[in-house]
């Protein structure tokens, strides 16, 4: 599925490696109670027994989450669009002295993965960077095991396109229709990576807006349970107005989500 959305995106995430991004830069400081503190799965409700559980790391590569699940005993794979990102998963791999397998593909295609092979799909931030979630979605469900468990951090819907920018002296202000698939973009945070005097310019984020209706409706139609939601914020109360931390406080950015997988539960539709 190599269409424009693909391309963008290798594109935007090839620059991002090689300007050493803040989420390119693989963990190489973890032991076993910092992996477990990292990845916070008691928190979750997931369960934290690893040793032999498959964990797919979907649109998760760079040498982070999956250094810490391999480095608690799970079989991981990591299936990323940018081969830059999976090179630091390799990178990861060997100063660990473990086994991560890694696949380049889109997360809209996970037909190189067999149907029911995972305990874990872990998805951090990246289902913004598609248009339509439900694909995403038709193929979590393909590819987790029945009983198995689907963590998602995805973009706040209700801000989503909002910055710390977007502040008016007064508050952070709503512009765009809220709707399913609307096209937003704004410029990265000065904390994603760093500005060189060499110029580098990295084309800005393309995201689209992913409804909560969407989100939870379309996982209930595939055979998913929620089982844990979490607004991530700041806390900050007292951040300068039009800052990062003050934003962050007062319009979490982003939810996480965690879903079990059973088809045939209630509410759920073929």
Not at 99 to 106: E, H, L, N, S
Not at 154 to 169: E, K, Q
Request: hydrophobic letters at 35%.
């Amino acid at each position: 599925m190599q269409d424009e959305v693909y391309r963008y995106n290798v594109e935007r995430w090839e620059a991002l490696v090689a300007a050493d991004a803040l989420f390119t830069r693989p963990m190489l400081d973890l032991d076993t109670g910092k992996a477990q503190a990292y990845l916070g799965l008691t928190r979750l409700g997931i369960p934290d027994d690893l040793a032999g559980r498959k964990v797919l790391c979907l649109a998760g590569g760079g040498g982070q989450q999956s250094a810490a699940f391999a480095l608690l005993g799970a079989d991981v794979t990591v299936f990323d669009i940018s081969p830059g990102q999976l090179e630091r998963d390799r990178l990861a791999a060997e100063h660990y002295g473990v086994g991560i397998r890694t696949i380049q593909g889109d997360m809209r295609d996970l037909s190189a993965l067999d149907d029911s092979s995972f305990d874990l799909v872990w998805h951090p931030y990246s289902l913004t960077f598609v248009p339509d979630s439900r694909i995403v979605f038709r193929e979590v469900a393909r590819v987790v095991r029945t009983g198995g468990h689907y963590y998602l951090m995805c973009a706040n819907p209700f801000f989503s396109g909002l910055t710390h920018d977007s502040y008016n002296g007064e508050g952070y202000t709503l512009r765009q229709p809220y709707t399913d698939e609307a096209a937003t973009s704004y410029p990265d945070q000065d904390w994603v990576y760093g500005r060189e005097p060499d110029g580098r310019q990295i084309s800005e984020p393309r995201e689209y807006r992913q409804t909560l209706g969407r989100i939870v409706n379309s996982l209930i139609g595939e055979g998913f349970t929620l089982t844990h939601l979490s607004e991530v914020r700041s806390d900050h109360p007292d951040a300068e107005p039009g800052s990062w931390a003050h934003f962050a406080t007062v319009a979490p950015p982003w939810l996480e989500f965690v879903w079990k997988y059973g088809p045939g539960v209630s509410g759920a539709s073929a």
